[in-house]
């Protein structure tokens, strides 16, 4: 299992509470993400949101892409998996701004492909807000003109939206063959163009017996593709204690509703309309982000431990890990589970054979 955590460019995870001690600041997440990797995490989401969704949106939010080569410039092996919207990057000039950014971290840049949801942030924007299939139609050509002149000396394509003619890309991308093209989707639509166009999916957190038939459908696009096999990563929200008791006392405070919703609450009757869970555990489930408390790796070290080495079993290769107060939970998480998984695999890859 690889692990990865969100990195907080909204100052937090937590919809209900306010602060939660960590800035959305340059300097927060350059000395996160510094000790990330002295502590063994493997790769860090920036997440593309030009509005704050977690704690409203007037409140600060890091721009990903300005941060993300920030970030390779001043780190040395965590790989920074940036979120891009086709919708608000034209492809060409995404492909060189990218391949440069991978060549500052030495082949470290992988992306997290997101077909944008949110129609308000792109009018205010001025941008274009494509209905949802026509969402995929766009990142499908999009995606297809970066993987062209990424691998190509020089790249023409002729689409319904982009058109190039002889452009060239250098540098080309340090990573060979490309970067690592991360995205998650439930449709139709998205799931045959993950399947067809990326190199990993990516999913919100769910109870392992959701997770393993989603794999397992994913394999077999992926197999009728002509593919092989792909990564499998999933969000997920963690809360580790020395005792059940007290991890679940901070599930009570991280889940708590205030009378007056915050700020974070806005866009709450836009995410209802997609979801039919009752009005109460939607509020929990709104509370943190990705559907984060669906897999409850909530409790106890061994009890994490056991969790994450279920979902391995069914396929799972990468955990997306959200924590608040993050510098301090990352810590203890690494100590905790990541530091004793590693060695407990390291165990038994040297054991000796019995004859």
């Known amino acids: 299992m690889r692990f990865g955590y969100w990195m907080p460019v909204f100052g937090g995870w937590l919809r209900n509470i306010p602060d939660e001690g960590m800035q959305a600041s340059w300097d927060y997440v350059r000395r996160l993400t510094q000790r990330s990797e002295e502590t063994g995490w493997d790769l860090t989401l920036i997440a593309e949101l030009n509005l704050n969704d977690i704690k409203g949106i007037d409140q600060p939010a890091l721009d990903a892409w300005s941060t993300a080569a920030a970030l390779a410039a001043v780190t040395s092996s965590i790989e920074l998996m940036v979120a891009v919207r086709p919708n608000f990057h034209q492809p060409a000039l995404f492909a060189k701004e990218a391949a440069n950014i991978d060549n500052i971290s030495g082949g470290r840049l992988a992306l997290n492909v997101v077909s944008s949801w949110w129609?308000?942030?792109?009018?205010?924007y001025g941008l274009q807000f494509d209905q949802h299939d026509d969402r995929y139609a766009r990142t499908t050509e999009w995606l297809q003109v970066v993987d062209g002149l990424w691998t190509h000396d020089r790249f023409s394509f002729d689409g319904e939206r982009y058109k190039l003619k002889d452009a060239i890309c250098e540098p080309k991308p340090v990573r060979k063959p490309r970067p690592t093209i991360y995205a998650?989707?439930?449709?139709?639509?998205?799931?045959?163009?993950?399947?067809?166009?990326?190199d990993a999916y990516v999913m919100h957190g769910d109870p392992v017996d959701a997770i393993r038939p989603k794999i397992a459908d994913m394999e077999e696009r992926r197999a009728g593709a002509g593919k092989d096999r792909m990564q499998y990563g999933m969000a997920a929200f963690a809360i580790v204690r020395d005792s059940e008791a007290e991890a679940r006392r901070e599930l009570e405070r991280v889940t708590q509703m205030p009378p007056s919703p915050p700020k974070g609450f806005d866009n709450f009757d836009q995410w209802l309309s997609g979801t039919e869970l009752e009005r109460e555990l939607k509020l929990q489930e709104y509370s943190v982000s990705n559907r984060g408390l669906r897999p409850n790796f909530v409790g106890t070290p061994e009890q994490v431990r056991d969790r994450i080495e279920e979902y391995e079993a069914a396929g799972l290769d990468l955990l997306l890990l959200q924590m608040s107060p993050q510098a301090e939970e990352m810590d203890r998480f690494a100590a905790q589970v990541i530091e004793p998984m590693r060695a407990r695999n390291s165990a038994r890859t040297s054991a000796p054979e019995l004859a």
């Open 119 to 124: 129609a308000d942030e792109a009018t205010q």
């Open 184 to 198: 998650g989707g439930e449709s139709e639509a998205a799931k045959t163009l993950i399947a067809t166009l990326c």
